[in-house]
């Protein structure tokens, strides 16, 4: 089994009237290869009228963006003309690859009407093979993901295999993906093959994770000997898990690109300002 080394806290860095908090990167975990990048946002309940998400058109290149949607919903638009509103227990899945612009907000009827809203992002980094691949997306309500019945609570399985089901999401590097949803008193046994690493993030509660205690909006920074983690709890418990083999690669990251190399990263910013990345339409 694996055992936990260190808890990364999720610094607060509130984005204008959002509440964020972000793990990772942190000084004293750069990435967590492949991912490399994770903001908590809320939760928080919006008023009726408010502005919405703040997060317009702004590009990308060079790896993936997940938003898991634990509370509200989001919209999602982008220059490959994609367009959808996810609700809550819903993700949307991005692979920037090549390049192109994408905005996440608000529809018009939160913005009226407001509610909660709790959002997961996640940033994992794709090799120099796929950096430069097409550009995709994929939209999947929580009526798209398998909820699997665990000791004590729920698996949302998003990608990768779990309890002799699949993930509905096809990830290009075989990233296993799940949030994770327990009740007090629960007991489990989650896999992290043996080489691969594992993402533990502890969205809500106190769960004991290889017999250490854990806190609520860490990540938990786990060894590499074993290829199993147990997790139990005293109180309810909200994760998000996965695990994907590392990349080993140079991660040269500028803003909204992450490359091998800087060059690359001129190369990205110079397609962008000259259009090449397309735009959203409207």
């Not at 949307?92 to 529809?107: D, F, K, R």
């Not at 949803?181 to 896999?191: C, D, M, N, Q, V």
Request: aromatic fraction near 6%; charge should be negative; glycine fraction near 12%.
């Amino acid at each position: 089994m694996r055992q936990v080394l260190r808890q990364h806290p999720a610094l607060r860095d509130d984005i204008g009237d959002l509440t964020t908090r972000r793990p990772l990167p942190s000084r004293d975990l750069p990435q967590l290869d492949p991912f490399l990048f994770l903001n908590h946002h809320g939760p928080q309940v919006y008023a009726p009228g408010n502005h919405g998400l703040p997060f317009g058109p702004h590009p990308h290149r060079g790896f993936e963006t997940v938003s898991f949607i634990l509370k509200g919903e989001m919209a999602h638009l982008d220059s490959g003309g994609h367009e959808s509103v996810i609700g809550e227990g819903g993700i949307q899945w991005m692979t920037a690859g090549s390049g192109l612009v994408h905005a996440e907000i608000s529809p018009e009827s939160f913005k009226q009407s407001g509610g909660p809203l709790e959002i997961l992002q996640l940033w994992v980094n794709l090799p120099a093979r796929l950096k430069m691949t097409q550009p995709s997306y994929t939209g999947l309500q929580r009526a798209d993901i398998p909820a699997i019945a665990v000791p004590g609570g729920t698996a949302n399985l998003i990608s990768g295999d779990f309890e002799g089901q699949k993930g509905p999401y096809a990830s290009l590097t075989g990233v296993a993906m799940m949030t994770v949803e327990l009740e007090p008193g629960a007991s489990l046994t989650l896999p992290a093959p043996s080489a691969r690493t594992v993402f533990l993030y502890v969205v809500a509660g106190e769960p004991v994770v290889g017999g250490t205690a854990c806190r609520e909006a860490h990540l938990i920074e786990l060894d590499q000997d074993g290829d199993a983690v147990e997790v139990s709890t005293h109180g309810p418990v909200t994760l998000l898990y996965g695990h994907a083999d590392p990349i080993g690669e140079p991660v040269v990251a500028h803003g909204p690109f992450v490359m091998n190399t800087r060059e690359e990263i001129h190369a990205a910013i110079q397609d962008y300002q000259a259009g090449k990345f397309g735009a959203i339409a409207g």
